[in-house]
């Protein structure tokens, strides 16, 4: 089982980011994908949902309306559209996975895998 985080950089405020997370599994499809970050000094932090069986989406209230998150079940892959960053989106962004056929939520320990974390950060 193999968790590939990719797409963080350095953008301005404003400005826009897709990560992606590709998940090397048998039946991608029946596993929650979710998005967390961890900024300097502060505890890891859920951001975003997708759930397994009906697509249902959550997000954290500071990136409602801002981020989008989608998936690929052909390609194995999970996104995060990240529009209208801000400074305070500076972080260390995970994918990470619960087990198969279950949900996750926003509490970490509902997560069994772990993506190696890519680095967005926002400046001018």
């Known amino acids: 089982v193999q968790l590939q985080a990719s797409g963080g950089g350095l953008v301005q405020p404003g400005g826009s980011l897709r990560l992606s997370c590709r998940f090397s599994?048998?039946?991608?499809?029946?596993?929650?994908m979710a998005w967390f970050r961890q900024s300097p000094g502060k505890e890891r932090e859920f951001v975003a949902r997708?759930?397994?069986?009906?697509?249902?989406?959550y997000y954290a209230d500071s990136v409602k309306g801002r981020f989008t998150i989608s998936r690929d079940n052909g390609e194995n892959t999970v996104y995060l559209e990240m529009n209208s960053l801000k400074p305070e989106d500076t972080a260390i962004y995970y994918c990470?996975?619960?087990?198969?056929?279950?949900?996750?939520?926003?509490?970490?320990?509902?997560?069994?895998?772990w993506g190696q974390g890519t680095l967005v950060t926002v400046s001018s």
């Open positions: 997708v759930r397994w069986n009906d697509g249902e989406k």
């Open positions: 990470a996975v619960p087990p198969r056929a279950t949900f996750g939520s926003r509490a970490m320990h509902t997560y069994r895998y």
């Open positions: 599994v048998l039946a991608f499809s029946r596993y929650d």
